[in-house]
């Protein structure tokens, strides 16, 4: 009889940003959604396309920049309904399948950052060995990898989450299903729930980040032993770009996950993260990679040529 007077909730509220111009956000974030499909599709189209981006770097570029789609989808295109149409409502069961897809979503990209740092460790560290080592076959299983342990470990804190009792308020300010604001709207004890969460931030950000940091460290080591300035410029180079993108990756989500939850600015820094952050990284890959813009432009001059004859 404890909870036949509650009211258990079959929808949420997301507030998203009433106290903002909704066209102006609505045309901003709409731009940098389409921009950042279109450069991560060019990123994938070209590494596809042409023969001499056939390598084990640009693959695992490829494989981000698809994640990076999926990602930004989770969230996006809800928020874009909220600020057209003003759909703000989300059912239960669609906030849960957004949190599980978020969760994943951003394990699966940790643990490929990760990956992509060791195939540049190997590249520059063992590079006699390098082809050897990351074949086709070991370069599709550390591809499917990620997945495994994000689809996993998501599960375990969405099921955590999902079981708690929601019979209060439902009203979620963040324009999607995050975490700890539904934890907040719990009406049973979240203790356990927020310790599997804790656990799979440490697991799924803070071990990889590590790992990271590790490994970045002996190729620095290693380029400064390299007595010639241009072979530290050549090894760093080829290393450079993916370097901003983690830095870029895990400074924008620690700033939102390691800090007091609670925070009326939480959806602000989460709305960079999940738009302008991801919108960057095509351009640093394509701007500061001599070979992707080398190849960028042998295709828009063929492009243009094509359309001076169509003419």
């Not at 989770?74 to 003003?86: C, D, E, F, N, Q």
């Not at 520059?124 to 470990?153: E, R, V």
């Not at 009792?165 to 049973?188: K, R």
């Not at 090894?235 to 620690?254: E, G």
Request: charged letters at 10%.
């Amino acid at each position: 009889m404890e909870y036949s007077n509650k009211t258990f909730v079959t929808e949420f509220i997301l507030l998203a940003f009433p106290g903002l111009h909704q066209i102006l956000l609505l045309t901003v974030i709409l731009f940098t959604y389409i921009v950042c499909i279109v450069g991560n599709m060019t990123i994938i189209l070209l590494v596809i396309l042409e023969h001499s981006l056939h390598s084990p770097m640009y693959f695992f570029i490829s494989i981000f920049s698809a994640e990076e789609i999926l990602f930004i989808s989770v969230p996006i295109p809800k928020l874009l309904a909220i600020l057209l149409a003003g759909d703000n409502k989300i059912s239960f069961i669609g906030c849960f399948l957004q949190v599980y897809s978020f969760i994943t979503l951003g394990q699966v990209e940790t643990i490929c950052i990760m990956i992509m740092a060791y195939d540049r460790h190997l590249a520059i560290n063992k590079p006699l060995h390098y082809m050897a080592i990351m074949n086709q076959t070991f370069c599709i299983g550390l591809a499917i990898l990620p997945w495994f342990i994000g689809l996993f470990n998501s599960l375990i804190v969405t099921l955590f989450t999902l079981f708690l009792d929601y019979c209060g308020p439902n009203e979620i300010n963040h324009f999607f299903c995050d975490l700890s604001p539904l934890q907040n709207l719990a009406c049973s004890d979240t203790y356990i729930s927020s310790v599997m969460t804790t656990a799979a931030a440490s697991i799924g950000a803070i071990v990889p980040f590590m790992i990271i940091v590790g490994i970045y460290t002996k190729i620095i080591v290693t380029i400064s032993k390299i007595k010639s300035s241009s072979g530290k410029h050549k090894a760093f180079s080829t290393c450079s770009s993916h370097l901003i993108v983690a830095n870029l990756f895990f400074f924008t989500a620690f700033v939102i996950y390691l800090k007091p939850s609670g925070s009326k600015y939480n959806k602000f820094y989460s709305l960079f993260y999940f738009v302008f952050t991801p919108v960057c990284n095509p351009f640093i890959y394509a701007l500061r990679n001599r070979d992707v813009k080398n190849i960028l432009k042998k295709y828009m001059l063929t492009l243009y040529h094509r359309s001076l004859f169509a003419l």
